[in-house]
């Protein structure tokens, strides 16, 4: 999905800064645990009761796929994660410039239960499940992974949707200090997205805080992010700050960028083409050759009703 090329001057610049600045917060934070820790016992950084959450033997989870797992090292090294760089292997190299402490999401709009939330407080441990699902890039490669979380819908429900609520938006971080591909004008930032209310409700549609049996590498989103194993990749949106129910279809980061490219919906589909590559077909990462591309990314049993009546080549 790249539309321009960074220059390396542009690369170099960037990594100064961002890097002294992360290190005063993380030495402030420090210094603010070690406090903490030494005024009350057993006081945590959120960090590491973000870790905390994660069950050392979760639920396997009905939904995941009995398909091989990609390598672990792949999908931790190989991402799309503009905030990062543009690059794949920029998130990896510059995960440590994503401040995930503290991190809190506000709930706003439609709902009974508007707030600001720490992760904790959204996402009990007990819910927390693996699932093992396909994920379709828009770039025609696709991954097998096993990731930790709970239905979004559940954590919705608890916030009491009001019947205004027809969509829900979700935002990333904003954060162009210390993200250095905020500091250019790739996209419109804040990376933005969103699904209308029966698709955030959908079971399949994962509130995600691990993957491979532990919490979230910053570079796939972490704190928080979501999982939407029938759409391509970029609808999956990482470590996100807001959530917001409302009433119209809201503006998502692709959409805004190149409307005619990447649709609200973004099904995965391989008989709708992206304007300037097919796909029908798809490389598995780790794997020779390609693999046909399967309507709704193999789901389409669980979701297609949500779609019934609709012209899927209008609304792609
Ligand atoms: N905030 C944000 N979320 C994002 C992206 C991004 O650039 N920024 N990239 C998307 C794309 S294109 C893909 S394919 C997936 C990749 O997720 P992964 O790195 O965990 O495999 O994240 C999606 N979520
Ligand atoms: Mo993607």
Known sequence: MLIRTPRAS??????????????QRRQFMKQCAAGAAWATAGWLLPSESS????????????????????????????????????????PSRRAHMLITEPWTVTVEGHCEKPGTYSVEDLIRSEEIEERIYRLRCVEAWSMVIPWLGVSLGSVLKRLQPTSQARYVAFQTIMDPENLPGQRRDVLDWP???GLRIDEAMHPLTLLTVGMYGKVLPNQNGAPIRIVVPWKYGFKSIKSIVRIRFVEEQPPTAWNRATPHEYGFYSNVNPTVRHPRWSQRRERRIG?????PTLMFNGYEEEVASLYAGMDLSKYF
């Open 10 to 23: 542009d690369e170099k610049e960037f990594a100064v800064t961002p890097r002294k600045l992360y290190q």
């Open 51 to 90: 870790a905390s959450l994660i069950p050392s033997n979760p639920k396997r989870s009905p939904y995941s796929t009995t398909e091989e797992w990609t390598d672990k090292q792949a999908a931790t090294h190989y991402n799309n994660f503009y905030e990062l760089g543009y690059g794949k292997t920029d």
């Open 191 to 193: 990376y933005v997205e």
């Open 287 to 291: 794997e020779f050759g390609k693999r």
